[in-house]
Each structure stands twice: as C-alpha cells, then as structure tokens.
C-alpha cells in the first residue's frame, strides 16, 4: 500500500471519528457582577466564556449548550442554570462539563458532592478551567482540596459580612436596600473614600407619608388604599432591568408593617435607632401597627346603610330598634315606613303604628334647632371651657416632667443594652427580653404623654369643636347629604326615640347633653321635643371632671367635680 493511499485512510479515519460534546457553566454571585458596565453580562460572564471555550478546544469538545447563572449565590445548588443543565446532560450523549473555576458550580462540599455524582452518573467529566482537576486520583484529591478551599472562603466571606452589617447597623446604618420613599446614595467625601447613605425619597415619601396618616384613621382598607396610591402616582424606583411599576397588595402591607419608616431599623430579629429621617412619627406608626392587627383578627364588615335613619331610632313604647320595611299598594307605588322590630317578630306586646319615613326625616331634623346655640352662648361657654383647662393644668406639670424623664432614661438603657450586644457581652435572646420590656414601658409613657396630650390640648380642641358645631347645627344638619347626616346622628345623640303620637325624645350624648343644658339652663327639659342625658351630677360651672376624661372607677361612682356631700342635687348614683 502506498504512502497516498495510508494518508488518505487516516484523513478519513480523523473526519469520521465523533466529536466530543461538552455543556459550558458560567455564574457570578451578584446582579451588580452581572450588570457591571452597563452591560447585560458585565465583565465575568464574558470572560468565563472565553476561558471555557479555549479549555474546550484544548480537549478537542465542542460546546453544544451554555448555561448561565446571573447574580445567583453558589451556597445553594437550587439554581435555575445549574438544574437545567444537569436535567440537559442527563438526557443527552455530552463528555465534558466545563466550569472556569469550582467555586462557580458549588461553594459548600455537600453540594459539590451531589453535583459530582450527578456528573459521573450521566458519564460525564468535570473540567476546570484554570485548575487541575480529572478522575486520577492526584486529581481527586485536588478537587476535594479546592472544594473545601471554597466552602471556607464562602463561609468565611459570610461571617464578615455579618461583622460589618452589624457594625453598620450599630451605628445607625441600613443593611441593604432602602424601602420604597428612601434612596441608597453614593458620594465622595473630600478624602476621595466612597461613603454609601440612604436619603429620603422626595417624589414618594410623601406618598408614603399620606398613606400611614390615611390608614390611622380607620375609615379604609388597605386594598382601597392601595388604588388610591396608585391613583395619586406612587410607582416603585426602576432599575437597568425592571421598570417602575405600582405597588402590590402584599408590598403596599410591608410598608404599613415597616419600622424603618418611623426611623428603626429591624435587623437578625432585634430593633436598632436608624440615623436615618423618619418619615412618619412613632405614635402614627403604632397606631397603623394596632389597626392592621385588630383587622386581621376580625375582618371588618362594611354594611351598606339603605337610608341614614336605618338602625338609630327606637320605639318609644316598647324601646324596641326600629326597622326599615316597604310597603308596596296595588298600583305599584311603594311607601316607606320605620316599623317596630318588637310588634314585627312578636317579641313585645307594642301595638304602635308604622311611622312614614319623611315624618322620622323632619322630627330629627327639627330636634337640631333645639340643640342649637346661639354665638353669645358659644363665646361665653369657651370661656368657661378655657378657665377650667387652665385651672387643671397647673397641677400636671410635675407628671408630665416624670415621664419625659422616665423615657429618657429607658432610652438610655435601651443604647447600653445594645452596646452589650454588639460586645458580644449578652445574647440575642436576653437583648431581645429586655427589649420587649424597655418597648413596652416605653409605650405605656408615650401612652400617658398621649392621655396627657388628650386632657389638656386634645380635651380643649374638642370641646371648643363641639361648642362651634353646634352653633350651626341645624343649618349644616339641612345642607348635608345621607352619609353626613348619619354620622351627625350617630355623633349628637346616643338615642331616638318615636312615641305613639309621633313626637321625637332625643337623648344627647356627651359634651352635647351637658353643653344644651348649660346653654339653655335647663329649659329645653320643659320644651316638646325635649333632650335628655343619662349623665348625672351635672353642674352649671362643670367642665372637666376632677377624673379628667377617664373611665368611672369604684373609687369614684359618679361624674361629681365636687364631693357629694358638698352637693344636694348629686344622686352618687353610677351612670348607666
């Protein structure tokens, strides 16, 4: 056989031989990696690439599917590349799984051990490319060398990263990403060093701000909160790759639930003073917090009131509610009627008539010109109201000095606690029980500044609110739609009842009962659509009770300024 014709079998020999299929892995940990430059790759995965690729040609393989693991960690395998490549070569004839280093297929050796496996079950070599590594034993040996080399530098990395966070938190620091309403900014301080702060988000704090002082109120949801952000524009901050978009239910709620706002930071499950600015004040925050968990333990039920008299009048025979019905006659006409729920399920003996709903409309509207005072009453009543404020209020300053210096010193005890921590001098669940105990001595003070606040500031407001409500009562009672009229009634009365002879007894709730008295001296008792209240003890001068606006206790069975004794009109009888 000549020398052509030997040459010429061994080039068809070498073309007709298989090629190698190889799968190259490529991952970074970080989306900041992934993203560096500008780019969609950033720097490493593009390098990876080459690398892998050269370490191909070298084995004669050719890479037949690349799989890419984005800012994805190594310290769990459940990541979608890595599973779909071995779900790849499992179904598929490849000799080669190629990697740039180790650590970019496992950081922990049980994890580099089930990887391995997998590969050896699907007959398949792993490759690195910039260490030696292959099934010798000297190969072996090196891999398991350089796995447990990974697994300390992952772990390793991890507990210094922790340091510094809690270092950072110590001092008042965010561990992260802000929240919606703050910004992460970077700047440059004169020594050319990078400083990384947190600033306060001026497009949406405000938002943020409108949402927590809306919720408190009590008169929405957070579903309906949440259309109503939307609405006014709140959207979250776009990144290179996802756009602003509205909020979700469940993020609207972490904000609601987010100390961070109210300037403390939750971190590993203890709560740090943040250096950064509040957004919403301390007591709003609780108060939203006290909100959300009463409403998740009984869902609200919200009613759709078909008329604003359904559910306040009674009958004044039987004192039974008053319901609402329709009649219909036979032309199709229908009437409405308040009808006695006693009479209706024959619960009582009443045999009182149905009232017309109109004549219930105009008997409530015309009580509002009994209750109304004129504009002497009002100035000569806020004086009085003023003098007894101030009267009581000069025996309170002492109390109110004590709390502010309680809570300065729990303050104090709470920043000595979290020193210890951080000097590893006291474990996390002693800082934690103490911290529930310094919380909850700091919120029964901030409560009794709040009641103190209440008595002397909020007690004055009120009062002077309700005198000016009731110079115009009648006027606004006339002008106002359904839904106003409902809350006025529900506000200035805390009964209406309807006799036989369709005549209206009202009884005033409190300060209303004790302002109309005061104003007409008693006068409207005698008058026919008289008012009434079920507060005794009341005196001309009477204002502000010597027990402030508290609750009656056993120690003080009636609403007397004075004592008893001192007063021949006083029952000493408890309200009921």
């Known amino acids: ?29 970080t989306r900041e990696q992934a993203e560096r430059g500008g780019t969609d790759e950033g720097f490493s995965i593009p390098a990876q690439r080459e690398a892998n690729q050269r370490k191909a040609d070298e084995l004669g393989a050719r890479i037949v599917r690349e799989f890419v693991d984005a800012g994805e960690s190594a310290r769990s395998a459940d990541r979608g590349g890595l599973q779909d490549m071995l779900a790849f070569i499992a179904a598929t004839r490849v000799a080669f799984c190629i990697v740039h280093k180790l650590d970019r297929l496992a950081r922990n050796r049980a994890d580099d051990v089930k990887i391995h496996e997998a590969l050896i079950n699907a007959g398949v070599t792993l490759v690195s490319a910039t260490e030696s590594i292959d099934q010798t034993p000297s190969g072996m040996l090196v891999h398991g060398i350089m796995s447990s080399i990974a697994e300390f530098y992952s772990r390793n990395l991890a507990t210094e990263v922790t340091k510094g966070l809690t270092q950072k938190v110590a001092q008042g620091g965010t561990p992260g990403r802000a929240p919606i309403g703050y910004l992460n900014v970077r700047r ?18 405000a938002l943020i701000a409108w949402a927590f ?3 408190a109120k009590g008169e929405t949801s957070v579903t309906a909160l949440l259309r109503d952000l939307t609405a006014r524009g709140l959207v979250s901050v776009p990144t290179p790759k996802r756009p602003a978009k509205p909020l979700g239910k469940n993020a609207l709620y972490r904000v609601l639930t987010n100390p961070y706002y109210a300037g403390v930071i939750r971190y ?4 740090h003073a943040g250096a950064h600015e509040p957004i919403v004040e301390p007591a709003l925050f609780d108060q939203v917090q006290s909100l959300l968990k009463a409403r998740n333990a009984h869902a609200t039920r919200h009613v759709q009131h078909a008329h604003h008299l359904k559910g306040l009048l009674h009958c004044g025979s039987c ?7 329709f009649a219909t006659n036979p032309r199709g006409t229908t009437y409405a009627y308040f009808v006695c729920s006693g009479r209706a399920a024959k619960r009582t003996t009443c045999t009182r008539r149905a009232v017309p709903v ?14 109304t005072i004129s504009e002497d009453d009002y100035r000569h009543l806020a004086a009085e109201v003023d003098a007894a404020f101030d009267k009581r209020g000069a025996g309170r300053d002492q109390e109110f000095a004590d709390l502010t210096a309680n809570r300065a010193r729990l303050d104090a005890e709470s920043d000595k606690l979290l020193a210890a921590h951080f000097a590893d001098a006291i474990d996390l669940p002693t800082l934690k029980r103490h911290q529930d105990r310094i919380r909850a001595g700091l919120a029964d003070i901030e409560h009794r500044l709040r009641k103190h606040d209440e008595h002397h500031v909020g007690g004055r407001a009120f009062l002077h609110d309700s005198l000016r409500l009731l110079t115009d009562a009648h006027r606004a009672y006339a002008h106002s739609d359904d839904g106003s009229r409902r809350l006025a009634n529900q506000a200035f009365y805390t009964r209406l009842e309807i006799t036989e002879d369709e005549q209206l007894h009202p009884r005033l709730a409190e300060p209303f009962a004790t302002i109309v008295r005061e104003a007409t001296g008693g006068k409207d008792a005698k008058r026919e659509h008289s008012t009434s209240s079920d507060v005794a003890c009341s005196r001309k001068t009477l204002w502000v ?3 402030g606006l508290e609750p009656l206790t056993p120690c003080m069975p009636c609403r007397c300024a004075t004592s008893c ?11 009921v």
């Open 1 to 29: 056989m000549s020398t052509a014709t030997l040459s010429t079998k061994t080039s068809n020999e070498a073309a007709e031989a298989p090629v190698l299929l190889a799968v190259s892995y490529l991952r970074v940990s």
């Open 188 to 205: 440059t301080d004169d020594a050319g060093r990078e400083v990384r702060t947190v600033e306060v988000d001026a497009e949406r704090a």
């Open 213 to 215: 002082e809306t919720y």
């Open 268 to 271: 590993r499950g203890a709560l």
């Open 319 to 325: 004192g039974s509610r008053m319901l609402l019905d």
């Open 358 to 371: 109109q004549v219930a409309e105009r008997l409530v509207a015309d009580s509002y010109t009994n209750i």
């Open 545 to 547: 009770d010597l027990r």
């Open 565 to 575: 004794a001192t007063d021949p009109d006083c029952s000493g009888e408890q309200p």
